[in-house]
């Protein structure tokens, strides 16, 4: 069983930046960050290959975020600029052994408790 802990989140302001991590257990494959806001369903923001070599954005957080992780700690980044109010959300952290990226929340099995981002306006 595959344990994530997510850190980094906190409160900021608009245009600010936050650096969210997520710590493994152990080795992974493709991990995701997914984000709920409240009264909303949780949502794909990011995901990368073991490699690196793959990542996908949503739309949304495209060329403000960048996903990133390093193997040899068990650990992903997501490094988070230009943020705006509408990025505040509870950001979970999530791991699947799959092939490739995916953005569907179903296909991970393993999830953090997730880490609060709150943006300010």
């Known amino acids: 069983q595959v344990q994530l802990l997510e850190s980094g989140g906190g409160l900021v302001q608009a245009g600010g930046s936050l650096r969210l991590s997520c710590a493994a257990s152990e080795h992974t494959v493709t991990m995701a960050w997914f984000r709920q806001a409240p009264g909303k369903e949780r949502e794909f923001v990011s995901t990368?290959?073991?490699?690196?070599?793959?990542?996908r954005y949503a739309d949304s957080v495209k060329g403000r975020f960048t996903i990133s992780r390093d193997n040899a700690k068990n650990t992903m980044y997501l490094q988070m600029n230009s943020l705006k109010p509408e990025d505040t959300a509870v950001y979970y952290c999530?791991?699947?052994?799959?092939?490739?990226?995916?953005?569907?929340?179903?296909?991970?099995?393993?999830w953090g408790q997730g880490t609060q981002v709150t943006v300010s306006s």
């Open positions: 999530a791991a699947g052994l799959i092939v490739g990226t995916s953005a569907m929340a179903e296909v991970y099995d393993y």
């Open positions: 990368i290959t073991w490699s690196g070599a793959s990542t």
